[in-house]
């Protein structure tokens, strides 16, 4: 949690007129959590922080679903399914890659990451990123509600946030685009 405070505290105390910045209430949106079953020892704990946090922010059992999947590598399917459902406003990817002695550990949390950033920008819907890539399970168990943090609250903050301020900005650009005196052309 200090590393997320750490960053925020960067942020100016007042913020300027024309400033978006998205909120985390989320009681009319409706959101899908996608929890990897590998590692399920780290990513249950991923799971109860993600719950408490979206009971804490607003949305109600019927507007969230938990899906789960065998692991990391599968999520970036699960959540394009999940996006093109048009049932929800934002999806919280939870999983944990822990290195091993093997190469396995590059090319799932590569493949991870990569896969819902293509997600979330060919489908316009957030994608919270909540993956542990951990050197080890000490690591995993520290950011999944340990002394390091929850990345699995961190992860729903980070979507409701998102939606919120998507839609300030698309809201903000027809309020100027009606107020335009000249149509503009490209």
Known sequence: MAEATHRLAALPAERGEGELFGSHDGRQLRIAVICG?????????????????????????????VVWVPGSFELPLAAQLVAKSGGFDAVVCLGAVIRGDTAHFEFVAGECAAGLQRVQLDTGLPVAFGVLTTENLFQAFERSGGSRGDKGAESVETAIEMVNVLRDVTERGASLRSRARTPLSY
């Open 37 to 65: 079953r590998f590692n399920a020892h780290v990513t249950s704990r991923l799971l109860e922080g993600a719950l408490r946090k979206l009971d804490e922010c607003g949305v109600t059992e019927e507007n969230r679903v």
